[in-house]
């Protein structure tokens, strides 16, 4: 019995490599921005809430919330691991917790009948809280999120340390927000307001106060200074550095040409003691005159 050959046939052809992060998180932006215009819109500008545009909101808006703040989930899981709590722990619960308190509206609530509106308001009344969705809200907040994670990225600053607005936000200002979600919660639940009062204003606090954990303002400026900085040939090693700039009143070279345009130039001629202009200009016989 002849043992017959058996051929292998292998797959040269390149692998498609992984796409690079900066490109993935433009595509996430851009699919985010797309998808939470319309429910921005509709939950904002009453004249376009057709019949059912409620569930419409909610389709486009999930994606949004789940699959375009998934940077934020990861992170919030990351740090829950570690037994810490991050800005994008605001961003998760306030995202998931719209999220859910929509579903609950739409489905128990009469925020999901035919016909129904939302109308722009400030403020929402109790009788108003069961029938008041956020997806409007969370979904612009993880608009911003991702504007931030953009820029970062694009500044390719991700290996600087963390500035002190960034220290406050984790020591501070999440634990804060945190603690003022609970006692929300827990005053309206005292007050009698309902279970939906003391839920709604809960899931507005978390989602006021995801931005103002991120401090998207400051960490933004301090890496677009430090790339600014490495652009012009200044070595910056992290914001804190641009932070302390702020007391600096003298600075002090100590190296001759530090301090140069990089381009040599006749500053003046001197001949037999008459010096000519700056362009460079001769006068009086050669040989008795020297140049600074």
């Known amino acids: ?171 501070v200002v999440v634990p804060f927000v945190l603690v003022l979600a609970v006692a929300t919660l827990g005053f309206w639940l005292g007050t009698d307001a309902g279970a939906a009062a003391a839920f709604s204003a809960a899931v507005a606090v978390l989602l006021v106060g995801c931005p103002c954990a991120l401090g998207l303002a400051a960490p933004t400026a301090l890496l677009a200074g430090a790339v600014r900085g490495a652009q012009l040939g200044m070595l910056i090693k992290g914001p804190d550095v641009l932070e302390s700039m702020q007391a600096v009143d003298t600075v002090v070279v100590d190296m001759t040409g530090t301090l140069t345009t990089g381009q040599m130039s006749v500053h003046r001629v001197v001949t037999d003691g008459v010096a000519a202009g700056e362009d460079g200009g001769s006068g009086g016989e050669p040989g008795g005159g020297s140049s600074s």
């Open 1 to 171: 019995m002849t043992a017959q050959p058996v051929m292998a046939q292998l797959d040269l052809s390149p692998t498609q490599p992984p796409p690079h992060p900066l490109q993935a998180l433009r595509e996430r932006l851009a699919v985010g921005t797309a998808l939470a215009a319309p429910v921005v819109a509709l939950s904002t500008v009453p004249a376009l809430q057709f019949t059912y545009w409620q569930w419409i909101s909610l389709a486009f808006g999930a994606p949004v919330l789940v699959w375009g703040a998934w940077p934020s989930h990861r992170a919030a899981w990351n740090a829950l691991r570690h037994g810490t709590a991050g800005p994008d722990t605001l961003v998760c619960l306030g995202t998931l917790a719209a999220l859910g308190w929509t579903v609950a509206a739409l489905l128990l609530g009469p925020a999901g009948a035919p016909g129904a509106t939302q109308p722009f308001r400030l403020l929402i009344e109790r009788a108003e809280a069961g029938s008041a969705t956020y997806l409007d809200v969370a979904t612009a907040v993880t608009v911003l999120v991702l504007v931030g994670r953009y820029l970062q990225a694009r500044a390719h600053a991700a290996d600087l340390r963390l500035s002190d607005a960034e220290r406050l936000a984790r020591r």
